[in-house]
């Protein structure tokens, strides 16, 4: 059974960082693409960032890009979001999310992002 557990989130002030972890278990990734969605309150849940397996291939929402990093360590099984420069209109609660292509099939349980003016 597939799981994808994100960790990381929490309140941070507008300006600071944090470091999202989402860790992938329960079948080969390899074939996979690794993404993050957001969901801010009363929006729909809008992509934010993807990376294949090997990592070799990175892809940005341009409202995220230059502030935001997304990695792999797949020695671990693990997909980092690096979230720097942080605003208000960063709140939300962050999803991982795999599946084969562009095409997201697992999803975790989600992670919450507050960031205070």
């Known amino acids: 059974q597939v799981q994808l557990v994100e960790s990381g989130g929490g309140l941070v002030q507008a300006g600071g960082s944090l470091r999202l972890s989402c860790a992938a278990s329960?079948?080969?990734?390899?074939?996979?693409?690794m993404g993050w969605f957001r969901q801010a309150p009363g929006k729909g849940r809008e992509f934010v960032a993807a990376?294949?397996?090997?990592?070799?291939?990175?892809y940005y929402a341009d409202s995220v890009k230059g502030r935001f990093t997304i990695s792999m360590d797949t020695a671990k099984n693990t997909m980092y979001l690096q979230l720097n420069s942080l605003n208000p209109e960063d709140t939300a609660v962050y999803y991982c999310?795999?599946?084969?292509?562009?095409?997201?099939?697992?999803w975790g349980q989600g992670t919450q992002v507050t960031v205070s003016s």
């Open positions: 329960g079948r080969t990734f390899s074939s996979y693409r």
């Open positions: 990376i294949s397996w090997s990592g070799g291939n990175t």
């Open positions: 999310a795999a599946g084969p292509g562009n095409t997201y099939v697992h």
